[in-house]
């Protein structure tokens, strides 16, 4: 069996979902239940015996430890982390403790369970830190894309919060042999996503006929990545990967966010028609945020050549699935 962190948010309620109707293989599921986590997520596992949900935080030492000598898991796959960059401008505080302290919570607990355990199960043993793109910083419009040995130059309290993390998951690694595998992902959208992000937060508003805020002049860019793609991609590195190593993954698709929301409001003109006008009529630039990267660009060549994985969705095909989930067809 996997213990998963955060497994009621967003990826991880997807990794959760996925991986039981992919596998088959049973997972425990600690998650604090922040404003992000939503039970209704896994309302389909209810009864399922292959799921057990776990109210707690990562940062409890004891519940960690009681449930790694509980289950023996196979692997700790490890999502939890506060994630919205406008959150950890206004109160960096909670970044701090969940996505650093918590991080090195886990990964004591782990250590020393781990250090414990019969020579195959040691050896089997796998850590996976979900990380993102936004620890390298930002990139010009001509730069390459990032690669997994791009300098670290994070420019916002969520991103220096991820990126302190993943320094130490390689530091356990290096210091103390702990079987340890990075993703950094870019970002991704999809089913279940928490409204308060850039496509969610589009097709609520467009639907309840509000604006749609766009920040600046909408020309910042992000690699973007269907969340069952990003799933996929982790179950291989889970599986597949060389313990130490880090793996970018990407959509394959570098947007503009006025590129973003223009395609969504094309979809939705054709699904659900307003009375009157387009969706896009709608749209409203307003003030950038602090610190506003300009461009994320994902080199995922890495985890293609290494592992075979490649995105299954275009950008276009992956859209389509989350604006027809938000429609209630899916």
Known sequence: ??????????????????TISVTGEAIVNLDKLTY???????????GDERHEFVK???AD??????????????????????SHVDRSIEGPAEFIQTNVVGSFCLLEESRTWWGALPAGEKERFR????????????????DPAFTENHPYAPNSPYAASKAASDHLVRAYHHTYGLPVLTTNCSNNYGPRQYPEKLIPLMITSALAEKPLPVYGDGLNVRDWLYVQDHCDAIRAV????RAGETYNIGGASEKTNLDVVNTLCAMLDAAKPRK???????????KDRPGHDRR????????????????RESFESGMRITVDWYLGKK
């Open 36 to 46: 992000a986590g939503n039970l209704g997520n896994l309302d389909s596992l209810a």
């Open 276 to 286: 009157s006008g387009r969706y896009a009529d709608l749209v409203t630039l307003v």
């Open 238 to 241: 889970l599986d597949r990967g």
């Open 1 to 18: 069996m996997i213990l998963v962190t955060g497994g009621a948010g967003f990826i991880g309620a997807n990794f959760v979902l996925s």
């Open 61 to 82: 030492r004891g519940l960690v430890r009681q449930l790694l000598a509980k289950h023996r898991p196979r692997a700790v796959v490890h999502f939890a982390a506060e």
């Open 296 to 311: 994320y660009a994902m080199d995922a060549a890495k985890i293609a050549r290494e592992l075979g994985w490649r995105p």
């Open 127 to 142: 850590f996976l830190h979900v990380s993102t793109d936004e620890v390298y910083g930002s990139l010009g419009a001509a």
């Open 56 to 58: 707690g935080d990562i």
